[in-house]
């Protein structure tokens, strides 16, 4: 730590462990720089972190400065250079990184340099978990058998991160089988504070997945980052960013009975993404905080993507201290975290005035009522009540209204079918997916022994799922199951089939498995919309399974109910969702727990000797973990024939000094698109379809069976950059009335595959851009969705707007954000995506510029319109100019300016 202290705000703090060194906050207040005591809780810590790292260099007495004076209201325009603690990685993204990691160690070496250099100077874990996938289901074998397909399938990336594990002195591994990484973070990683060097700072991360904004719901600030930016994190760059607004959300009162922090967070969603708070943080505050447990509040936190925000926050308070003991935390720690959070102003009680926001949402919990989100999108909200009426409406709607299309004449569509010698008919809206999944519910006691109540009444009641439905239980964590168990309940869940399949990301991220045969085939040759119900937090089209058109989110025991059911298009709250045993009706009400119920088993889900004893024996749950053996070695030795693990060209050809920014001239569009474009649009996690992809696992020797998804083949650029813009429900606006992964090449017309396309381009020396609507690249942090375009080809993308990760990873890549003018668009300028187009970017490019884009059409008719150049920093503008953030890191460590943490 350095001495650097020009505002005298070292302080020192009386603890059980005694006295210990912290930066007080309140300091800065007495030097006139701001009033600091009003901030937001999430200004304060990002103000902590760089008033801490102030060296008068890398992070200066002005940027402390200007954060202090944040003004909720006004225009705040200095970068923040932000530094967390720690890095949260998961396999899917994390595989990439390291990768990216090691062959920076390639290029240091290449450049006559030490490659060991090359290290994570902060805390970075890695928790195997998206790599589970749902073949075996509704058998006491599936866990055994989904985790032995698991190794056969991964070893290879499981290999690297042996390696990885042992090359890297701040680089820990999880292993598979143990949990969801944000539950695992919750319960195990998180800190809650950090000492170093006898000084004391809260606990803070990024994290390659999204979902990372989880954590804030244990008073710990993180989000979700592109793998490319928390790699530069590890390296000690700072992730900079704008002062963001932050929008207050006050609760008042308690949720009714019968509602869940699930359905809580359905009606927060619809209420955010209405409101807009893409960029921003929210920061939770109010009377109702006191009624909402830790669990919950993660709930709540671990959506923030859906709702757009960067971040949904939570203070710390006596909730936060009383998870901490409750899940095994030592007392010493947990009493370190309440003398350090009240000393810094940063600790909650219902005393606490309400800070300073740039705007304030209100809702009375007492009013949150069971519901859904989809068939499509999380924010779209519909309650249990109004589930069949919104079904049938979307069903005939046409697909350009976002309905699914189906002619009046067949909306009574039925095709019979038989599984295991037992008849099930499937109908429009038939559930053939019902998933207890995902890290959004899946780490909540309340949800999950709720779910197991209703399982418990329905069994003794006699129902059971039609065998046309795939059920499945994901715990979040070993945890779980030991408290399901422990109550009694885990029982009545496996009779009505839901079967713990594994311990990870399941059906959300698209790891459903396939789907019975004949379940298969009878959708599609009824051409049916068939639906999938899951308790996680992604419902876009294309990700829950290719078969799936309707997905519903939904709390884990409305999953139950749904899956009782069989169907999406029935009204819970009237109809029947099946008989007893002497036939009569069985109601929704009939199994639903009541409060006491409820209460009566919760308490088995606060044993802190649960938490214990399975994190102080991670390797006991894996023996083919355990047994994988990998050399020691600073550098990876690349096998040439893996399919899994290859070393990417993104380092390959770099030099020390960047080229000039050049002019984007007589660019092609690869691909033209509308509104709410995803990452799994531009990047699919799951199954690996029909197309480039496929036929290069076949020149590789590998058999359909054995291509995974593209999720577990991060690691391998050759895979990726086929399967970028490959999903099957991609819309791409060059090829009208078509889905899938193809565009025409011009000026020839001809239409192909894109990433056939690119390369035709790139032989040409042709250089290409994306045309999109609103919301582009909203969804999971996806660092492949701006490699892949990079490795395309393409030079820039000009959207209306952006989701903020994703923006952020294009500019990481060396890709050149644009927007069209607030009203302006690619329709209403007249762009057809078939012209050339220049864009006049060079070394005059500055942050926030308007440049002009002219688009040449064939015929010499030409459209030119005004651009705001997306680059928010004078850092970003710097990484534009390198070609990307990791190669702007690696040429600053070869010449001395690297930070050090």
């Not at 890095?87 to 006559?112: E, K, N, S």
């Not at 292993?175 to 004391?200: K, M, S, T, W």
Request: net charge negative.
């Amino acid at each position: 730590m350095h001495d650097f202290d020009p505002f005298g705000s070292r302080a020192e703090l009386n603890t059980a462990a005694g006295k210990l060194g912290y930066f007080n906050l309140a300091r800065l207040e007495a030097e006139n720089l701001g009033e600091v005591t009003a901030l937001p809780f999430t200004i304060k810590v990002l103000l902590e972190s760089i008033l801490r790292h102030c060296d008068g260099k890398l992070i200066r007495e002005q940027d402390v400065a200007a954060l202090a004076g944040w003004n909720p209201t006004g225009d705040n325009r200095a970068e923040v250079p932000f530094m967390p603690a720690r890095v949260l990685l998961q396999d899917f993204t994390g595989v990439p990184a390291l990768v990216d990691l090691a062959a920076m160690r390639q290029a240091v070496q290449r450049l006559g340099k030490q490659p060991a250099q090359v290290e994570p100077l902060i805390p970075a874990d890695l928790v195997v978990d998206h790599s589970i996938q749902v073949d075996a289901f509704g058998s006491p074998e599936a866990l055994k058998q989904n985790m032995a397909l698991e190794f056969e399938r991964n070893l290879e990336r499981y290999q690297f991160l042996k390696w990885g594990q042992q090359a890297f002195e701040s680089f820990k591994v999880v292993p598979p089988g143990v949990g969801i990484v944000h539950q695992v973070n919750l319960e195990y990683l998180a800190r809650g504070v950090f000492c170093q060097d006898g000084i004391v700072y809260p606990d803070s991360l990024v994290g390659t997945d999204s979902h990372t904004t989880m954590i804030n719901g244990l008073g710990i600030l993180g989000w979700g980052v592109g793998g490319i930016e928390a790699e530069a994190g590890m390296l000690g760059q700072p992730l900079y960013m704008l002062p963001p607004e932050v929008i207050g959300f006050e609760l008042t009162g308690a949720l009714p009975e019968g509602a869940t922090a699930t359905d809580l967070v359905l009606r927060i969603t619809e209420m955010l993404r209405a409101h807009g708070v893409v960029g921003k943080f929210v920061e939770f505050f109010g009377p109702g905080l006191s009624t909402i447990s830790v669990p919950d509040r993660a709930t709540v936190a671990n959506m923030a993507p859906e709702y757009g925000a960067t971040v949904g926050f939570f203070p710390v308070d006596a909730a936060v201290l009383e998870y901490m003991r409750a899940t095994g935390r030592p007392q010493d720690r947990v009493e370190l975290i309440e003398t350090y959070y009240k000393a810094q102003g940063l600790f909650r009680t219902d005393d606490t005035p309400a800070p300073r926001f740039s705007e304030v949402l209100r809702l009375d919990l007492s009013t949150v009522e069971p519901s859904l989100a989809g068939p499509r999108r999380p924010q779209d909200r519909v309650a249990v009540g109004a589930l069949r009426d919104a079904f049938r409406q979307a069903l005939t709607r046409p697909a350009s209204e976002a309905g699914f299309g189906v002619p009046p004449a067949e909306k009574d569509a039925a095709v019979s079918v038989s599984v295991d010698g037992r008849k099930a008919e499937l109908k429009h809206g038939s559930v053939v997916i019902a998933a207890i999944t995902s890290c959004t519910n899946t780490s909540n006691p309340s949800v999950m022994l709720s779910a197991g109540l209703v399982a418990k009444k329905a069994a003794e009641k006699g129902l059971k799922p039609s065998v046309s439905v795939k059920t499945s239980l994901a715990p979040g964590s070993r945890v779980v199951t030991d408290y399901l168990q422990e109550s009694g309940l885990l029982p009545y869940l496996e009779a009505i089939g839901f079967y713990t399949v594994g311990y990870g990301c399941t059906t959300c991220i698209g790891n459903s498995g396939p789907l019975p045969e004949a379940v298969a085939k009878g959708i599609q040759s009824g051409r049916l919309v068939a639906a999938a119900v899951l308790s996680g937090n992604r419902n876009f089209e294309g990700r829950v399974h290719p078969l799936t058109r309707a997905n519903y989110l939904a709390s884990p025991p409305l999953v139950v109910a749904y899956a009782l059911a069989g169907t999406v298009d029935i009204d819970l709250t009237r109809e029947p969702l099946g008989t007893d045993k002497e036939g009569r009706p069985v109601y929704l009400r009939d199994i639903w727990p009541t409060r006491e119920e409820l209460e009566a088993v919760l308490k088995t889900a606060s044993d802190p000797e649960k938490f214990n004893r399975v994190y102080t024996h991670l390797d006991d749950f894996n023996p083919e973990w355990n047994a994988i053996q990998v050399p020691a070695s600073v550098l990876y030795d690349w096998p040439p024939e893996s399919t899994y693990i290859q070393e990417p060209p993104f380092f390959q050809k770099m030099q020390p000094q960047p080229e000039p920014i050049q002019p984007i001239e007589g660019a092609r569009v690869l691909a033209m698109m509308g509104d709410s474009v995803t990452t799994d649009h531009i990047s699919p996690a799951g199954v690996i379809p029909e197309g480039p992809a496929a036929e290069y696992l076949r020149s590789k020797g590998v058999g359909e069976k054995d291509f995974n998804t593209f999720g577990a083949r991060r690691g391998n650029h050759e895979v990726m950059m086929r399967g970028t813009f490959a999903n099957i429900r991609l819309k791409n606006l060059l090829v009208p009335g078509k889905e899938g992964g193809v565009t025409i090449h011009f000026p020839g017309g001809e239409e192909t595959w894109i990433f056939d396309a690119a390369m035709r381009y790139q032989a040409e020396e042709v250089p290409l851009i994306v045309l999109a609507g609103k919301d582009y690249g909203m969804g999971s942090s996806r660092d492949w969705a701006a490699k892949g375009p990079r490795l395309l080809g393409v030079k820039a993308v000009i959207a209306e707007s952006f989701e903020r990760i994703h923006r952020s990873n294009l500019v990481g890549m060396g890709i050149l954000p644009l927007t069209f003018k607030p009203g302006d668009s690619a329709r209403s300028l007249g762009l057809t995506g078939r012209e050339r187009y220049r864009i006049p970017a060079d070394e005059t490019l500055a942050v926030g510029a308007e440049l002009t884009v002219t688009a040449e059409a064939d015929d010499g008719t030409k459209i030119s319109f005004p651009a705001d150049v997306r680059l928010n920093s004078a850092a970003e503008l710097e990484y534009y100019r390198n070609g990307g953030i990791l190669q702007t890191v690696l040429r600053n460590m070869l010449t001395g300016e690297a930070a050090s943490a």
